[in-house]
């Protein structure tokens, strides 16, 4: 069993889709579904089922997935106690939605890091509910979300279960603007 099979097979459950997984794994579609049909042929069962609205986990696909997060959670602590640290690194990562006062609000606060030192950065334009869960699974730092009033209180509420806090910015209302003609 190879780690990165692994990885792949974790992608492909966030994504529910193996050519979206793939495109977010930077490989083609061909290589990523032949590797999890060897993950597959190697565990002697099927992880996922295909269906007409994706692939979905199977029962004990995702009880296998539980474990492969796991050990790969695993990994990463283990790498990150003996990986030399680099204190000359500054990294941020962010997901926001896309809006050009956020992102020079971002470009103005890169211009202010320390040019003297790495830097790190990641910043991914997405919708609220997708910068809710960069968050939560630890591939952003920070989320921006943009909502509707009307769509309020399902964001909190998804914020408060994922335990995730949340501090209001701005709030506006929206306009729509007409020529006479």
């Known amino acids: ?11 492909v459950k966030k994504c529910g889709s193996i050519t ?3 495109e977010k794994l930077y490989m083609s579609q061909p290589n990523l579904s032949k590797a999890i049909s060897e993950l597959e042929k190697t565990l002697g069962m099927n992880i996922f089922k295909r269906t007409s609205k994706g692939i979905v986990p199977t029962k004990k696909g995702e009880e296998f997935l539980s474990y492969a997060k796991n050990i790969l959670d695993q990994i990463d602590e283990m790498e990150a106690l003996y990986r030399p640290e680099k204190r000359n690194t500054q ?21 202010g890091l320390d040019r003297d030192k790495d830097i790190n950065i990641s910043f991914r334009e997405t919708n609220a509910i997708t910068a809710v869960n960069n968050v939560d699974e630890g591939d952003s ?41």
């Open 1 to 11: 069993m190879n780690i990165l099979h692994l990885k792949y097979a974790l992608e």
């Open 20 to 22: 979206q997984a793939a």
């Open 91 to 111: 990294s941020f990562s962010i997901s926001v939605p896309r809006a050009s006062y956020i992102t020079h609000a971002f470009a103005s606060f890169v211009n």
């Open 141 to 181: 730092g920070l989320g921006i979300l943009r909502y509707n009033v009307l769509r309020g209180k399902y964001i909190l509420n998804l914020l408060a279960e994922k335990g995730l806090r949340s501090e209001p910015l701005l709030e506006y209302t929206r306009l729509l603007l007409m020529s006479k003609s």
